[in-house]
């Protein structure tokens, strides 16, 4: 059902995975949508000609490229801040710069980016981060950098969802659990291990995660604000 007709819609980080889920039930849904891609050209043109929506590139890393493509959207209704890494390792090994570039990536981009779009974002818009159930819970080792990243996800939405709530703009973030992506492929290494955290057994598809973020950003979730949407197959029970 076209319910996002003339809504407009930017995903940051649309061209793979579960962003490019967003891309396709948001356009479904009728909403005028632009997403952002980092280095994928390819997948986002593919994506861009399945699906009508516009590909833009842009790095997330640098804040000033995401809020100039911001300003250049004009009024949004909706952003959805999805793009994000995972550098996962032993703290006392790992690069710092890489780091710190996934804070850029995680954190920095998702903050300045929705205050950016919440400037010019109508009475009753949308923000939602993809946050990850890691906020909640780290249950291995090699997390901590990414845990950190995702619980920064949290407060920030509970702090803008004060902030914009005047204006009837929600703030929510979507918690994935493990999600069948080149990010975290359903066959890979960790396979095992994340699942046995899990009460049903098995990676999330991404068009499950876009049905969350489809209702979080509709007509029917205008008093949902303010939270945290887990989605992980009990991975945090
Ligand atoms: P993928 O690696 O499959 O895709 C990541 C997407 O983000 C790509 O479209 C990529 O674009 C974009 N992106 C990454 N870095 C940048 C950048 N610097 N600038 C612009 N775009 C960028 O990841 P997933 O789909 O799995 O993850 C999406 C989100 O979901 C992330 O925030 C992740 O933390 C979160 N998540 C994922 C889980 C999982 O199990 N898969 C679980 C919990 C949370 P491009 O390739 O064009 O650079």
Redesign the pocket.
């Known amino acids: 059902m076209p319910v996002l007709d003339d809504k407009k819609a930017l995903i940051l ?7 490019a889920a967003i891309v396709e039930r948001l356009t479904q849904d009728g909403a005028d949508t632009v997403f ?5 050209t390819e997948a ?1 043109r593919t994506l861009a000609d399945k699906t009508g929506a516009r590909a833009v590139q ?4 640098d804040r000033d490229a995401v809020a100039s493509i911001i300003k250049d959207q004009g009024p949004l209704d909706v952003l959805v801040v ?5 550098v996962l390792g032993d703290p006392l090994e790992q690069d710092p710069d890489a780091i710190d570039h996934m804070i850029d ?2 954190v920095r981009s998702p903050y300045h980016a929705a205050v950016g779009a919440a400037r010019n974002m109508p009475n009753g818009g949308r923000i939602v981060m ?1 946050g ?2 890691n906020g909640d819970r780290m249950p291995f080792p090699g997390g901590a950098g990414y845990a950190l990243t995702k619980s920064a996800v949290q407060g920030m939405v509970r702090g803008l969802a004060r902030d914009f709530g005047e204006r009837g703009i929600t703030v929510n973030s979507v918690q ?4 069948d ?4 492929p359903a066959d890979g290494p960790m396979k095992e291990m994340m699942h046995s955290f899990m009460a049903i057994k098995r990676h999330a598809r ?1 068009d499950e995660i876009a049905a969350m973020v489809a209702y979080l950003v509709g007509p029917e979730a205008s008093i949902v604000t303010g939270a945290q949407h887990t989605i992980d197959g009990g991975f945090g029970a």
């Not at 980080?13 to 962003?19: D, E, N, Y």
């Not at 842009?58 to 890393?61: E, F, P, V």
């Not at 994935?176 to 999600?179: A, L, S």
Request: charged letters at 10%; aromatic letters at 2%.
């Open positions: 980080g649309g061209s793979r995975g579960i962003g952002t891609y980092g280095g994928s986002a842009a790095d997330s890393a999805n793009a994000g890494v995972a990536i995680n993809i990850s159930v994935p659990g493990p999600v992506t080149d990010l975290n991404p």
